[in-house]
Structure formats: C-alpha cells, structure tokens
Nanobody, 127 residues
Framework: QLQLVEAGGGLVQPGGSLRLSCAAS????????IGWCRQAPGKEREGVSC????????TYSDSVKGRFTSSGEDAKNTVYLQMNDPTPADTGVCAC????????????????????WGRGTLVIVPS
C-alpha cells in the first residue's frame, strides 16, 4: 500500500523560509511523480509543484515559480518543498500526492487525478 506523510508546516513570517517534507512508503522516488497540492480557505485546491525523478523534471505553478523548490532525497525516500519568500497568499493546507500524471503541471491532478495522498500540513503566512 502506498503511503505519504507530510511534515514541516507551521507559522512562517513573510520573507522567511519553510521546508515541507513528504515521506513515501511502498514505492521509491523513481517510480512515480510526486506533487504538492494546496488549498487556501474558501478556494479550490491547486497544484503547487511536481517532482519526477524518473523523467528528471520538476515543475511549478506560476504563483510559486522562482520562490519554491521541490527536490528528492533517495536515501530517505522523501520529497521536499522548500518555500522561500512566502507571502500571505501561500497560506493553506499543503499535501503531497502521487502518482502525478503527465504532463506534470496544472491543478487538475490535485482535484481529480491522484489516488494516494498525505493528510496535509498547515502553512500559515500572516499578513
């Protein structure tokens, strides 16, 4: 059974940094693309990033491009989301999910396309 567990959420000041982790069980990082989705209060779930070790591709939504970085660590079978220079618009529940389908972009997979999800971790960026 595939399992994903997020950690690292919390309160971060604007302009600070925060690193989220997604520990995977039941598969290795080169097997499936793992993505990050988030949902802000009152808004639809949106795609944030997608990490595919198999295809050597990492994608980001326009809203986080240049500020967030997703990476993988094979030794820990974990995918990370490094959040730099967060803003209040980044507030929400972040969850990792797999397998992210190709193409590796957009919000559709976060809403309809994936079977395995972590429970999410809350990120709060005060205004």
């Amino acid at each position: 059974q595939l399992q994903l567990v997020e950690a690292g959420g919390g309160l971060v000041q604007p302009g600070g940094s925060l690193r989220l982790s997604c520990a995977a069980s039941g598969f290795t990082l080169d097997s499936y693309a793992i993505g990050w989705c988030r949902q802000a209060p009152g808004k639809e779930r949106e795609g944030v990033s997608c990490f595919s070790e198999r295809h050597g591709t990492t994608t980001y939504s326009d809203s986080v491009k240049g500020r967030f970085t997703s990476s993988g660590e094979d030794a820990k079978n974990t995918v990370y989301l490094q959040m730099n220079d967060p803003t209040p618009a980044d507030t929400g529940v972040c969850a990792c999910a797999a397998p992210w389908p190709r193409p590796y972009y957009g919000s559709y997979p976060c809403r309809y396309g994936m079977d395995d999800w972590g429970r999410g971790t809350l990120v709060i960026v005060p205004s």
